[in-house]
Structure formats: C-alpha cells, structure tokens
C-alpha cells in the first residue's frame, strides 16, 4: 500500500504551543483518555514520517505526533544555542499542553535521543520506548567517534546547501518516494538552521556516556541498509546488555526504517505493543 506522505496523517488535529521563540507544531488524534503514543522524528524530517504508522495505532490509542524544533512548521527555530535538552524540555511542554501524563515514545535517530534524555530527566513520564535507527547515549564513545559527532555541524557549516539536502535525502532511506519526502522536508530548513540541529544531536552524547538504564519495556529497530554511523554496529550490543530489549532488523530498509518497510516495521510494532510487556496495557 503506498503511502501519502505529503501532508498529515488522517484523524489528527492540529495544535500549536508557543515556546521559547518557536511555534512548537503538533498533532493529536485517537480517544481521549487512551494510552498515549507519541512519535518523535528524526534530525531534517518532520512529523509526517510517520504517516504510515499513526492509522495502525489510532483506534486503540491516543497518538501525538509533532515537528521538533527549526523543523517542518516548527519555524523560526527561535534560539542560537540549541541541546538536546531542550529538545526534552519542548517534548514535555508540549506532553503537558496535551494533557498526556505518561507516554510511550516512539523515536526515529534524533527521536530516540530525545526519548532516551527525556527517561534520563523524567522517567516517571515514559511508559515504554521504541527506537528507530539510534544509538545509546549511555554508551561511552572512542576518541575518535566523539570527534567525528562534533564535526558535522562544522561541515554541514561549509556544505553547499543544495548538495547536502540531497546527500541526506539519499542517505536517509532506500525507496525513492521516502526520499523523495526527505528532500521536501530537509528543504524547509535553511544552511543556518541545519547547522543549528547537527550542533544540538552532538549534545545528545558524549565521552564517557550519560548515566542511563532503562528500565521500560523497549523495541530496539533499525534498517538492514543503515549505513548512518554505528547504528548497525552498536545495536547487537546495546541489544545485549540487557534480556529486555527486543532487538529486530527491519529488512529492505534503510536509515528511516520505519518508511521504507512500513509493513514489517508496523507487523513489529503491533505485536510489541500487543505482547505480554506491553507497556500501555492497564494493570489487572
């Protein structure tokens, strides 16, 4: 089934919480009073990544979708110096404008890093998580790992902009109408803002690691084809260290798994959420 992903995903209605100097952008559907879901895309996408996700889960659970900041309609950016926190604080601000106390999170690269500081600041908020194509921030990172996190933005700074939307684009996912979308959303951004984003991923991890175990029922996904740095090399690991973690890999795909073979990775999602550590399921 091919998948619009040119504008908002059915059933949602939209909102706008402003913050900080940037209309923060987000999307709620699904009934009043459900388990919550909340999808949280990647660094240049924006919430219609998830279009092909929202209609599987919608029925049974209140879903919020939004564009981060300096991302899709979330524009301006509305600040110089941006982190990864605040990244988490914008996510909660917005929770809270939505009414949704407990959350499970469902984050795409710089998704999942905002989802993994958000359990590290406010645990008592995450009900479960599923990463899409991410790393572990708790994971102590090589010399020469942290010096290369800490030089895209400097690059990107120095990219000619229309090549580097394209490289992204290309690099994102394998189906041409995935990249396709990549292309109109990393467009929206301008050289500036990119710059901007890449800075505030790299705050996402750092030498030694940050103090994070997650204690939540978690699906750790990625693409058989992402090439994204360490994603495919760490996930074994991370997935390892502890007998919780689902770990599945998402065959035809790339970076944005999730798009490129929305079946399976929508299969898996399902019986995540339909297992017996479902996190949304209300206690006996």
Partial sequence: MTTDWTSTAPGLEPNVLNRRGSPLHYWVGGPQGGSAIAFLHGATMDHRMFNAQIPAVLGDHRVLAWDARGHGRSRPIGTDDLTIEDYVDDLVAV???????????????????????????????????VVIGSTPIALPLSWADHLAVRLVAPTFRIWPLAHLRRTIAKTTAVRADVQAYAVDAVSMISHRDLARI????????????????????????????????????????????????????????????????SSTFNDELLRYLGGAADPLRPSP
């Avoid at 890093?113 to 479960?128: D, M, N, S």
């Fill in 95 to 129: 929770l809270d404008d939505a009414g949704i106390d407990q959350v499970l999170l469902v984050g795409q690269s710089m998704g999942a890093y905002i989802a993994q500081h958000t359990i590290l600041r406010h645990p008592e908020r995450v009900a479960g998580l």
């Fill in 198 to 261: 890449f800075t505030a991923v790299a705050t996402a991890v750092r030498r030694e690691g940050f103090p994070l175990r997650i204690d939540v029922p978690f699906l750790l996904t990625h693409g058989e084809h992402d090439g994204t740095g360490n994603i495919r090399k760490d996930a074994p690991g991370w997935a390892a260290s502890d007998e919780r973690i689902d770990y599945v890999v998402i065959p035809d795909a790339g970076h944005n798994a999730n798009q490129d073979n």
